[in-house]
């Protein structure tokens, strides 16, 4: 399986934009970009996906390099119920697309 | 929103004893997993179902067993508990497996074995 890379940290303050980034250079062309997010004390929570084109829904915006090596999941107006960590993970089309591999994630903490 | 229930949210019980934990859905989702968590860690499957009577070992090695006798419930059993099984354990379900479905996790259980 493609594997990710992402900051083990980031800060970010109160109604201001974050931009997570993950790296996944070895992504191939079947392979979906999912984020999700795990708040403290809860399971993981679904917040986006997309495969080649920039995607927005209504907790955030994913934005995926043309060659595709990167993303970024954008929060545009963080608040203190943001502090997660946030799990970018790559689902393939084949093989073991049943299972979804948490790497460490990145932790975002959001100062008011 | 997704609706699935773990209880419960925390047990602490002795060494020996036999447990369950419960998870349900009221999606109507055929895929269903559990995931084992300890804490600041990853996320590892441990099991999985398709769909009723449907079980598969997921890819980290676990002494506990799960059974799928209707679509909505998926129960996790430790015949007989150790502090090693002290972790968080998580259920999650999706309607299929296709890979742009998201799957849906409930809030997870807290094991602690003395």
């Known amino acids: 399986d493609a594997k990710t890379t992402q900051p083990n940290s980031m800060e970010s303050n109160e109604e201001e934009p974050v931009h997570l980034p993950c790296n996944h250079s070895t992504i191939s062309g079947t392979d979906y970009i999912h984020w999700y997010r795990q708040l403290p004390s809860q399971g993981p929570e679904y917040v986006i996906h997309?495969?080649?084109s920039n995607v927005n829904n209504r907790m955030a915006s994913l934005a995926i390099a043309e060659d595709r090596k990167s993303s970024t999941l954008i929060l545009h107006r963080a608040t203190l119920r943001d502090a997660a960590v946030y799990y970018c993970i790559l689902r393939s089309s084949g093989g073991s697309n049943y299972k979804l591999t948490f790497g460490k994630g990145t932790l975002l903490t959001v100062n008011p | 929103e997704a609706d699935i229930y773990q209880t419960p949210r925390y047990l602490v019980i002795g060494t020996g004893k036999k447990i369950t934990l419960e998870c349900s859905q009221t999606?109507?989702?055929?895929?269903m997993y559990w995931y084992q968590q300890d804490p600041g860690m990853e996320l590892h499957l441990i099991h999985y179902s398709y769909g009723v009577n449907s079980t598969e070992k997921g890819d980290l090695s676990s002494e506990s067993t799960v059974s799928r006798i209707r679509t909505e419930h998926f129960p996790l059993t430790l015949e007989s508990a150790r502090p090693s099984h002290t972790s968080q354990y998580l259920c999650?379900?999706?309607?299929?497996?296709?890979?742009?479905?998201?799957?849906?996790f409930g809030d997870g259980t807290r094991l602690s074995i003395l």
């Open positions: 997309g495969l080649t």
């Open positions: 999606m109507g989702h055929d895929k």
């Open positions: 999650a379900s999706s309607p299929r497996d296709r890979v742009d479905q998201p799957q849906h």
